[in-house]
């Protein structure tokens, strides 16, 4: 039975880069291999609506960047997939409702991936508000704001870079965001 876990991430720097340095800490396994996709998780959802016979596995071992890091496996090799995405509210193609189709699709690791969002990227999990309470740290999402340019204005230079992180930032990180889950 194959033990391995797929990461499918939208870019191929920050996430990887995140992933990375959590599994100096937490992650212990070599189980987790991991892959960029390089554009919208609306692209893969349509090469794979348009293509019955296409799996999630197979598009993403035939994209160029991924060509050395999946180039031995298959996918009988994973027994989950993974997909990390941006919310990308400002693209053209992009709306709540296609999104909601999207979380639907996406809905099982084990079949053609579970999706997760980053909203509004993934630069969010360094954003915190000044006084720590996330109740008004409010952006938009749907107009192209430049989201990473407001994070790192206004982080904390201790965690402007996810390489620095230590076990202790994450768990302060990690705590940090739970309370958001009190406020919503």
């Given at each position: 039975m194959a033990k391995n876990i797929?990461?499918?991430?939208?870019?191929?720097?920050?996430?990887?880069?995140?992933?990375?340095?959590?599994?100096?800490?937490?992650?212990?396994?070599?189980?987790?291999?991991?892959?960029a996709f390089c554009s919208t998780i609306y692209q893969i959802y349509k090469e794979i609506k348009e293509d019955?016979?296409?799996?999630?596995?197979?598009?993403?071992?035939?994209?160029k960047?991924?060509?050395?890091?999946?180039?031995?496996?298959?996918?009988?090799?994973?027994?989950?997939?993974y997909l990390f995405f941006d919310y990308d509210g400002h693209d053209p193609i992009a709306s709540d409702e296609k999104l909601e189709k999207l979380l639907n699709f996406f809905d099982e690791e084990t079949e053609k991936g579970k999706l997760y969002i980053s909203y509004p990227m993934i630069e969010s999990l360094k954003h915190?508000?000044?006084?720590?309470?996330?109740?008004?740290?409010?952006?938009?999402?749907?107009?192209?704001?430049?989201?990473?340019?407001?994070?790192n204005a206004?982080?904390?230079?201790?965690?402007?870079?996810f390489n620095s992180y230590n076990k202790n930032t994450w768990k302060w990180i990690i705590r940090e965001h739970l309370k958001k889950e009190i406020i919503l």
């Open positions: 797929l990461f499918v991430f939208e870019g191929e720097k920050t996430e990887a880069s995140i992933v990375k340095n959590l599994r100096k800490f937490f992650i212990k396994e070599n189980t987790i291999i991991t892959c019955e016979d296409l799996d999630t596995f197979t598009l993403l071992r035939e994209r960047q991924n060509e050395e890091s999946l180039k031995k496996y298959n996918t009988s090799n994973f027994a989950e997939i915190f508000p000044q006084r720590g309470c996330f109740k008004n740290l409010k952006v938009k999402c749907k107009e192209n704001i430049q989201y990473k340019k407001i994070v206004n982080c904390s230079r201790k965690i402007i870079d």
